[in-house]
């Protein structure tokens, strides 16, 4: 990443989140990361999924973690489903629920759960992949 490209325009101390699926649905994972040093903070899966959910569920999973260790920081996502999803708190996935997917249905409904549970978070930001480059989460499967 190019830090004095994207100074005065990124704020550094966030978690910069993102998801990879192979296929779609697929085997689904992803994974936040400090802006300030890229240091991976969390990573989840594979589970079978699709990428918009490993998206929603990044994001949550960031902003859980910022309130439980009392961070004062943002989140940054490239998806902007996901952000949409976190912001009327629900995961509004086509993917079928089925013996297969129900962990992962159970990890949804957890996360919907939390936001409606905390509607104070953390902010939530779009990172501008065409402007900054890949954001520093990806996983690089482009």
Known sequence: MDYEK???IV??????????CSGNPGPMEYQGVYLGNEQRLFHYGPV???NNIGEFLAIVHALALIKQKGWDMKVYSDSYNAIL???NRRCKTKLE???ETEGLFQLIARAEDW?????QHAQVLKWET??????PADFGRK
Do not use: C, M, Y
């Not at 966030?14 to 998801?19: P, Q, R, S, T």
């Open 48 to 50: 079978h999924g699709t």
């Open 115 to 119: 936001l409606w549970r905390n509607p």
């Open 97 to 99: 629920h089925t013996p």
């Open 11 to 20: 704020d550094f101390n966030a978690i910069a989140v993102d998801a990879g």
């Open 85 to 87: 999803w976190v912001k």
């Open 6 to 8: 994207l100074k005065g």
């Open 130 to 135: 065409s402007q900054w480059g890949e954001i």
